[in-house]
C-alpha cells in the first residue's frame, strides 16, 4: 500500500528514485536479519533503519516475508556478481576455485552477514514449502559455478578427468555449508582457517590430477 505522500501525488517516484528506495530498504533488511535473526526483526525496525515508515517499506514489499526473501535475492545476487567478477579474472581453474573457497569464508563483514542471512532463510525454508524454490534455484547456481570450474580445470589438465564435476559440487558444497554453520555458531576448534585449511585440503585430496 503507498503511503500517504506517496498517494498524495499523482506522479509516481522515478524509476532510478524507486530502486534506491528498494535497495535501501533490503540493505537495511539483510543487516537487522544477520544481526537479530528473521523472527526478532519487524517491519518498523526496517522503517526505522532507513529513515521511512512503515507504509513505505509495505509498498515494496506486502508483508515481512517478502522482505526476508527479497533480502536474500539480493544477498545471494550481490555475491554471485562480486564472486563472477573476481573469477573471471583468473584463467587457472585451481586458482579459481581457490577464490571462490576464499571468498566464501565467513569472516567478519559482509560474508559473514550474507551467511547469516542465508542461514535464517534455510530455517524459514524448512517450514515453508513456498520458500524452497528459491532456495534450490540458488544452490543450482552455486552447484553450477562449482561444476563449471572443474569441468575447466579437467580441460586444463589441472585436475583429474576421473572425478564427476556435478557430485565434486554436491560434496564441496555441503562441505563449506558445514564449516560455516560450525565457524558462526562457535564451534570448538572450527575457525575460519581451519575452514579454509579443510577446504583447500579437499580440493587437493579430490582433484588433483
Keep these: 500500500m503507498p503511503t500517504a505522500a506517496e498517494s498524495a501525488t499523482s506522479t509516481p517516484p522515478a524509476e532510478p528514485e524507486r530502486d534506491a528506495r528498494r535497495a535501501a530498504i533490503l540493505d537495511a533488511a539483510a543487516r537487522l536479519i544477520a544481526e537479530r535473526g528473521y523472527h526478532a526483526v519487524r517491519v518498523a525496525d526496517i522503517a526505522r533503519e532507513v529513515g521511512t515508515s512503515t507504509g513505505a517499506v509495505h509498498y515494496y514489499f506486502p508483508g515481512k516475508n517478502d522482505v526476508l526473501t527479497a533480502a536474500l535475492r539480493s544477498a545471494v545476487d550481490r555475491a554471485f556478481e562480486r564472486q563472477s567478477a ?122 588433483s590430477a
Design 86 to 207: 573476481e573469477l573471471r579474472r583468473l584463467d587457472d581453474a585451481h586458482a579459481r576455485l581457490l577464490r571462490l573457497i576464499e571468498m566464501q569464508l565467513p569472516k567478519v563483514g559482509v560474508v559473514r552477514d550474507e551467511w547469516s542471512v542465508w542461514m535464517q532463510f534455510w530455517a524459514e525454508a524448512t517450514i515453508n514449502p513456498e520458500l524452497r524454490p528459491v532456495h534450490n534455484a540458488f544452490y543450482a547456481r552455486w552447484h553450477d559455478t562449482i561444476a563449471r570450474i572443474v569441468r575447466r580445470g579437467q580441460r586444463q589438465g589441472t585436475f583429474s578427468a576421473d572425478v564427476d564435476p556435478d557430485e565434486v559440487a554436491v560434496r564441496l558444497s555441503a562441505l563449506t555449508d558445514g564449516l560455516a554453520i560450525q565457524v558462526l555458531t562457535g564451534a570448538p576448534g572450527i575457525t575460519v582457517t581451519v575452514m579454509r585449511e579443510l577446504l583447500v585440503d579437499f580440493v587437493r585430496r579430490e582433484l
